[in-house]
């Protein structure tokens, strides 16, 4: 369960930054060293993912907690293929 919060959490920081930082950075890439923090993030949420992946596949599927949350979670796995 922390493992599936903690990607959650990863995600909506990870497209905050992505909307509020890149778009309005001026500097040229080259001389700047967010985008590449961003990107290490990026890669830590889908290692992470891999991690959650591997685990979900020999542990039960959990009932949803409410009728709301099969709707947040495709509505995640539409923003991360995005």
């Not at 369960?1 to 950075?25: N, Q």
């Not at 591997?54 to 709301?68: D, H, I, K, M, S």
Request: charged share 15%; proline share 6%.
């Amino acid at each position: 369960m922390i493992l599936h919060w903690l990607l959650a959490v990863l995600i909506l920081a990870a497209l905050a930054v992505g909307f509020f930082g890149l778009a309005r950075w001026k500097t040229p890439i080259r001389e700047d060293r967010r985008p590449a923090l961003h990107m290490a993030g990026g890669m830590l949420i889908l290692a992470l993912m891999i991690v959650r992946f591997v685990v979900r596949l020999g542990t039960a599927r959990p009932a949803p907690a409410n009728r709301l949350a099969p709707v947040v979670h495709y509505g995640f796995y539409v923003l991360v293929r995005s």
